[in-house]
């Protein structure tokens, strides 16, 4: 198959490079530049360089015995790097600059077919190109800049300062094709669900004999996965599902539900119970996170001793986990995974089909493998549940009155056409204490909290700016109808450095 390398040096885009170039159908990994073979693999037909944390003096080196190998896109940081080592000279900028700028384009280049000649582009640096490299030409500036973007035609180089890659950069994606299809010449055609086939018969020589488990959390990562997984080796995976009582109304029959439509056999192990009592008089969330994590993992445990000859684990990690955890190098590790542990104390082998996809793709897959538009619709939800959203101690009531109002919440924003216009919304219950009157009755109940968040990925989000008629329908429905809740609020914060998540 043929592919995109993004080279990553370390930019905080350098994933949504890889995002864009597969949305315009061409398959993009991202490689750490420290891990680079000494020339580029015959199915990379393409390569983008990615900008970086660093200025040029002290940041890393681009792979000198690649340049002209391939057709390179060279963004930000990289531009200025073969500019400094190729003849040119990058000095620091009298302004940094950061934010729109208009791009004048003075020349002509395969990049601007189809762009207008002044088109907004988004800016991010604190370096600038004061001399070009030998054999280049500019093809546009900015009013402060002279040279926005240039060409070395003989290295088949092509290199801007701006992102291309961030949608404020309006004509961005036209930009990127036209490298993609006219420069490098890639067809433009890959899907997601082009690899169904692929992945199945690679499931299927990567178990050839033994057991596979997998943890169903009802989340559309681990089903997807789950799906596969069954199509490739059949009955001999087993999924298990833990109901752990700390799931949304209607949640755990609608997800049963969803995977008896799609024939997925799942083992459902109902155990509300012992979570409820595990996490008796618990107010820390971190140490309750820790004991709904260990709880999952020994009843998870358990029910895999009751098989014979289980001897892969399956799991539903995606694209960002795999980046998150170190696989990039502008990493940040975040420890959201269920069942971590498992594979060392059961001796599994670990088996990650979608390791390589987006949430996005992930849903595609889905759909292609015939999950209901209202299970892949579904918000994304924590392994550990509601009891992120509970403040304060998790109680069988408490857990029931956020269950409540959360879906009366969930229930107006669909009535009012916002569920779909925003990334995630929950509600979120406060231990928090005030008075309220009902009727001549003075009333001391907790607080809801409203939480809705535009985000892309999850590792930044914004407060949807959600109208007020539809904040005061779900308060003035939840305050009819919740018992002991007196109190509404909206919360306004961003990430960061705000948590989606309250807990
Ligand atoms: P935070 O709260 O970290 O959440 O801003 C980012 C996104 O991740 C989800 N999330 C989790 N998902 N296990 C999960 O599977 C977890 O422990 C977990 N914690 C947060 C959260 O719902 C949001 O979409």
């Not at 036209?174 to 067809?187: Q, W």
């Not at 086939?197 to 488990?213: F, K, W, Y």
């Not at 001897?311 to 990690?317: M, P």
């Not at 990334?423 to 907790?446: I, T």
Request: hydrophobic share 40%.
């Amino acid at each position: 198959m043929e592919k995109l390398w993004v080279i990553d040096f370390g930019s905080q885009y350098s994933l949504l490079i890889v995002r864009r170039a597969r949305e315009l159908g061409v398959y993009a990994e991202l490689i750490p530049w420290n891990r680079l073979p000494p020339t580029p693999p015959s199915e990379v037909k393409g390569l983008i360089f990615s900008g970086s944390y660093a200025s040029v003096s002290e940041g890393p080196p681009l792979p000198d015995t690649w340049i002209g190998k391939r057709p390179a896109l060279a963004i930000c940081y990289s531009a200025q790097w073969l500019a400094a080592k190729g003849g040119g000279a990058v000095a620091e900028s009298h302004a940094r600059e950061y934010g729109p700028a208009t791009l004048e384009i003075t020349d002509s280049s395969p990049l601007w077919r189809g762009v207008a000649n002044r088109t907004q582009v988004w800016m991010s640096h604190s370096d600038t190109i004061t001399a070009l490299p030998h054999g280049a030409r500019a093809t546009a500036r900015t009013s402060s800049i002279p040279y926005a973007a240039y060409e070395i035609p003989l290295q088949k180089v092509y290199a801007v300062q701006f992102h291309p890659e961030v949608i404020h950069t309006l004509e961005g994606s036209i930009m990127l094709r036209n490298f993609l299809y006219d420069v490098c010449g890639f067809a433009g055609d890959w899907t997601p669900e082009k690899e169904i086939e692929s992945l199945i018969d690679a499931l299927r020589s990567q178990m050839p004999e033994g057991r596979a488990i997998g943890a169903l959390s009802g989340g559309i990562d681990s089903t997807v996965a789950a799906l596969l997984c069954y199509r490739a080796i059949g009955d001999r995976f087993v999924g298990i599902f833990v109901d752990t009582g700390l799931l949304r109304e209607g949640e755990t029959e609608a997800v049963l539900e969803a995977y008896q439509a799609v024939g997925l056999p799942v083992r459902c192990i109902p155990a509300s119970e012992s979570f409820f009592s595990a996490l008796k008089g618990i107010h820390d969330p971190e140490l309750k996170r820790k004991t709904i994590g260990q709880l999952f993992i020994q009843l998870f445990e358990s029910e895999a001793q009751k098989l014979t000859d289980v001897r892969y684990l399956l799991q539903g990690t995606i694209y960002p986990d795999v980046v998150e955890s170190g696989a990039g190098v502008s990493a940040t590790i975040k420890s959201h995974h269920n069942v971590g542990g498992l594979p060392e104390k059961l001796s599994l082998k670990l088996i990650e089909p979608l390791k390589f996809f987006f949430k996005d793709e992930v849903r595609s897959l889905g759909r292609q493998l015939g999950l209901p538009e209202s299970f892949l619709r579904r918000h994304p939800f924590p392994g550990p549940g509601l009891a992120v959203r509970i403040l304060g101690e998790v109680t069988p009531e408490r857990a029931e009155r956020l269950r409540r109002a959360d879906a009366l919440y969930l229930h107006v924003l669909q009535e009012k056409g916002w569920y779909d216009q925003t990334w995630q919304a929950f509600a979120v219950l406060l231990p928090q204490r005030s008075v309220g009157v009902a009727g001549d009755q003075r009333r001391y109940g907790e607080t809801i909290v409203l939480r809705a968040v535009n985000s892309t990925d999850g590792m930044t989000a914004e407060p949807t700016p959600l109208p007020m008629e539809v904040l005061f329908e779900a308060a003035r429905r939840i305050l009819a109808e919740v018992p002991d809740i007196v109190r509404v609020v909206y919360d306004l914060s961003t990430k960061p450095p705000a948590t989606i998540e309250w807990e």
